[in-house]
């Protein structure tokens, strides 16, 4: 072999900064995920049938038998279930 193919690999700071920038997103996606911290729907016979946004604003709207729109901001989401987590069948509270 010759000198040049004996020589290791050493990294430039080229190489450096783009490890560094991998780290960083790797980082972000670790630290940004988590448990959700929104109120789950109850696991009621109601809320077990109801699967669309349409059904949650029913009740749920300012001028619904339980209105909950003034605690959301976002009252324009298409699925309640993004955040809410969807209620278990055949369970019961």
């Given at each position: 072999m010759t000198e040049q193919q004996k020589q290791s690999w050493r990294p430039g700071k080229r190489d450096l900064m783009f490890l560094a920038m991998v780290a960083a997103v790797?980082?972000?996606l670790?630290?940004?995920?988590g448990d959700r911290?929104?109120?789950?729907?109850?696991?009621?016979?109601?809320?077990?049938?109801t699967l669309s946004r349409a059904?949650?604003?029913e009740?749920?709207?300012?001028d619904g038998d339980q209105p909950q729109a003034g605690k959301?901001?976002?009252?324009?989401?298409?699925?309640?279930?993004?955040?809410?987590?969807?209620?278990?069948?055949?369970?019961?509270?």
């Open positions: 790797v980082l972000l670790v630290l940004g995920t911290t929104t109120v789950a729907v109850p696991s009621d016979d109601v809320h077990r049938t059904a949650c604003v009740c749920h709207w300012p959301h901001t976002h009252t324009k989401a298409d699925q309640c279930f993004q955040c809410h987590t969807e209620p278990r069948q055949g369970e019961s509270k």
